[in-house]
């Protein structure tokens, strides 16, 4: 018995436990428990600033927290929109390339809000997505932010083309995410001259 409870320990302080649970419960809530919806509808999820998502002042949510709530929104829209079943049906992978945030206004201690995920372009191998954090009470828009995820084993209008039934349309880029995309262009360009 006592090798178990240092097995359960050992996992505990290796391994974030509660993000792996988190991200199983809404998988499992988002595909059996969601209605489906279009791949360039937004979805929203909802959450709560708990004492584990505070920063060192003990009072708003820490920098790192907004990212790790942006994985649980795009699971969530992946799910129901049908790009994980596309992913594996095609033996792909989604990974984060880039993003970027902005912060506006904390998310205070106990505060419920809601996250908008949504795919809003693609280009030959990336998705991006606009995340979005409102509190309830006021519906403030507390933090926005842009992901970049890069398409491996296959390229985005496939996913996208095996999600949909018509061929996929591709929206307008907003101005500010083909500024964002531009840096990081700009940035791989520097990067590949240091080499």
Request: aromatic fraction near 12%.
């Amino acid at each position: 018995m006592v090798e178990l409870y240092t097995v359960a320990l050992g996992l505990l302080v290796t391994l974030d436990l509660g993000y792996f649970l988190k991200t199983f419960i809404f998988g499992i809530h988002s595909k059996f428990f969601s209605s489906r919806i279009h791949v360039l509808a937004p979805s929203k999820l909802y959450g709560i600033c708990t004492t584990r998502d505070i920063d060192f002042l003990l009072n708003h949510i820490n920098n790192a927290r907004y990212l790790r709530a942006m994985d649980f929104g795009r699971v969530n829209h992946c799910i129901r929109a049908g790009i994980f079943q596309a992913l594996t049906r095609k033996n792909t992978k989604l990974l984060v390339a880039a993003s970027t945030i902005r912060y506006r206004k904390p998310v205070y201690l106990f505060m419920p809000y809601m996250l908008h995920s949504q795919l809003v372009y693609w280009d030959e191998r990336n998705l991006y997505y606009r995340q979005d954090f409102e509190t309830i009470h006021d519906n403030f828009l507390r933090a926005t932010a842009y992901v970049k995820l890069a398409v491996v084993g296959s390229n985005a209008e496939g996913i996208l083309s095996a999600v949909l039934s018509e061929s996929p349309v591709r929206p307008e880029a907003p101005s500010d995410l083909l500024s964002w995309i531009q840096y990081n262009e700009q940035s791989s360009q520097n990067l590949k001259k240091l080499k």
